[in-house]
């Protein structure tokens, strides 16, 4: 997993779309990002999902290094939120339309809290 403390986020001007478009290609990261986009900080443990721990770690990895979350580290729990204001920012629309297309077309499903 590595060092949590050490975990980079890009500024808000930094995330690129197309960092964000490659890390959303993914069913389980579109269900993750659609799971935290009710605003809620979620410890990683209990993000449910279909994979073990260490693929579970590498697609919030992905998602973090383009921007789309923030992860914190308390004690040796971490913890994710969805960026959803600093992405609303850079692209107006793109969060809205993709949480919509990811409900109607149940992208994503088998993951949970």
């Known amino acids: ?17 197309t960092r964000v478009l490659a890390a ?23 993000l449910r999902v279909p994979v073990a721990k260490s ?9 973090r ?5 923030r992860t914190r580290q308390e ?5 994710v939120r969805l960026r959803a204001n600093d992405l609303r920012g850079r692209f107006p629309g793109l969060l809205d339309a993709l949480l919509d297309t990811v409900r109607a077309e149940d992208i994503g499903t088998e993951v949970g809290a």
């Open 24 to 46: 959303l290609s993914d069913p389980i990261r579109l269900g993750l990002v659609h799971l935290l986009a009710d605003g809620e900080e979620r410890a990683w443990s209990e």
């Open 55 to 63: 693929t579970l770690s590498h697609h919030l990895k992905v998602l």
């Open 65 to 69: 290094d383009a921007g789309v979350t």
């Open 75 to 79: 004690g040796t729990r971490c913890f």
């Open 1 to 17: 997993m590595g060092n949590m403390r050490d975990a980079k986020h890009p500024a808000t001007a930094e995330i690129s779309l």
